[in-house]
């Protein structure tokens, strides 16, 4: 099992303009989820998905959007990149909520300029 | 609001032990875990408790106190490759973990 893959590794976007953050995970966990790290802070939740066809805002959801088509995918849109989201992201997947452990990928590096 | 407080950063000797606090204030309580990260690297699990005590797992230990909104995490026999940011995540509901900034922990020869 790969576990959560994550593409691109690093990325360089100028303001205004729009990518997605690509994220598969292979081990048929139902939840998935998308967190940005900002240097010396924890992770903060994006959205997250408790399954195809369902997504959710976590705490900071603005200038993101989402979507789950399969169980596998789950990308993250940007649509018009801003400074403030130069940060790490980390897309994370877990069997169930609650008690289980989150599996998280490699992370993408996001610089905005 | 939420809350997660930890302290910043830790420094100890190779072969000592550690103990790293979090204090939580969340609107709801489904369980605590702890997260070890390196430098660059992503997150990975280390324990989860959801009931008051201490859960054991080889050099690491967590305990657990819901009343008090409390948890620490024991880093025993350390080594080298402990150095590491260790993360305190709250559920409050619904798998919506909230983490803390967490610590970073240095482990000196």
């Known amino acids: 099992n790969a576990g959560v893959t994550q593409t691109p590794k690093f990325r360089i976007l100028k303001i205004g303009q729009s990518m997605t953050l690509q994220c598969t995970q292979d081990m048929n966990h139902n939840y998935m989820y998308w967190y940005r790290q900002d240097p010396g802070m924890g992770l903060k939740l994006i959205y997250y998905s408790v399954g195809a066809g369902i997504t959710d805002k976590g705490e900071v959801p603005n200038g993101y959007n989402v979507s789950r088509s399969t169980t596998e995918d789950f990308p993250l849109r940007l649509e018009l990149a801003a400074p403030s989201q130069t940060s790490v992201y980390f897309c994370?997947?877990?069997?169930?909520?609650?008690?289980?452990?989150?599996?998280f990928g490699p992370g993408t590096r996001l610089t905005v300029t | 609001g939420q809350n997660i407080d930890q302290p910043t950063e830790m420094t100890a000797t190779e072969g000592a032990i550690v103990q790293i606090n979090c204090t939580y204030q969340?609107?709801?309580?489904?369980?605590l875990f702890w997260y070890q990260q390196h430098a660059g690297e992503a997150p990975t699990f280390l324990s989860y408790?959801?009931?008051?005590g201490l859960e054991e797992k080889g050099r690491f230990s967590s305990f657990l106190s819901r009343s008090k909104g409390y948890s620490y995490l024991l880093l025993k026999e350390l080594q080298m490759k402990d150095s590491a940011s260790y993360l305190c995540?709250?559920?409050?509901?619904?798998?919506?973990?909230?983490f803390g900034a967490g610590t970073q922990v240095v482990v000196t020869p």
């Open positions: 994370a997947s877990s069997y169930q909520e609650s008690s289980y452990e989150q599996y």
């Open positions: 995540a709250v559920n409050p509901s619904w798998g919506k973990l909230q």
């Open positions: 969340t609107s709801g309580f489904n369980g």
């Open positions: 408790n959801v009931l008051d």
